[in-house]
């Protein structure tokens, strides 16, 4: 797979392992006491879509978002984020792509 994959890039005298405690992007929206957002940059390394899943879209207001989408696929996302009622404003290159809720 892409994750197990991209795992596998990084020389195993550069690995280490940390032990992290990890919130739901929601969670951490609730805790900032938001329910707007005008901008979210979204680069994980191919992990942008596990991400995504975790949004109650109808709980949050993200006006605008520019994810990665050079690790991930492209296709999926962006039918993810179409379906919640962005459209594509601006794509660089493969890597990235800027979209905008209606």
Do not use: M
Not at 18 to 34: K, M, R, T, V
Not at 39 to 58: A, Y
């Amino acid at each position: 797979s892409l994750k197990h994959d991209l795992k596998d890039r990084v020389p195993p005298e550069k690995k280490s392992e940390y032990e992290l405690q990890c919130y739901p992007i929601y969670d951490i929206i609730l805790a900032a006491g938001l329910t707007s957002i005008d901008f979210w940059s979204l680069d994980i390394e191919g992990f942008e879509e596990d991400v995504l899943d975790t949004v109650p879209w109808h709980k949050v207001n993200i006006k605008s978002i520019l994810v990665e989408v050079e690790h991930s696929d492209r296709d999926s996302i962006l039918r993810k984020l179409q379906a919640q009622g962005y459209r594509i404003h601006k794509e660089f290159g493969k890597q990235d792509v800027f979209l905008v809720k209606d």
